[in-house]
Nanobody
Framework: QVQLVESGGGLVQPGGSLRLSCAVS????????MGWYRQAPGKERELVAA???????NYADSVKGRFTISRDNAKNTVYLQMNSLKPEDTAVYYC????????????????WGQGTQVTVSS
């Protein structure tokens, strides 16, 4: 079982910055993809950013150039640095760990944190 604990959310003014952290209970070397998702009220959960075990990254178009996902393998922690925040970034942010098992058959296991609220408002 993989447990994820997010931290770092809060209230910030437009244009401000926050850094979210996701502490993982297992070695993140064993996780194929770590990601950050968000869900705003009345909207579906969406992928914000992801990083593979090989450190390849992927970002939603809406956050490219403003958000950076990174990982600290020694601390088993994944970060989301959020700069130039906008009111539309307001949401609950969730950390996700995806483990893919290919033997004997392919199975995908998704693990989620409890979420952390990010509010961007003046």
């Amino acid at each position: 079982q993989v447990q994820l604990v997010e931290s770092g959310g809060g209230l910030v003014q437009p244009g401000g910055s926050l850094r979210l952290s996701c502490a993982v209970s297992v070695s993140i070397f064993s996780i194929n993809v770590m990601g950050w998702y968000r869900q705003a009220p009345g909207k579906e959960r969406e992928l914000v950013a992801a990083i593979t075990s090989g450190s390849r990254t992927n970002y939603a178009d809406s956050v490219k150039g403003r958000f950076t996902i990174s990982r600290d393998n020694a601390k088993n922690t994944v970060y989301l640095q959020m700069n130039s925040l906008k009111p539309e970034d307001t949401a609950v942010y969730y950390c996700n760990a995806r483990r893919v098992i290919t033997i004997p058959t392919t199975k995908v296991f998704d693990y989620w944190g409890q979420g952390t609220q990010v509010t961007v408002s003046s």
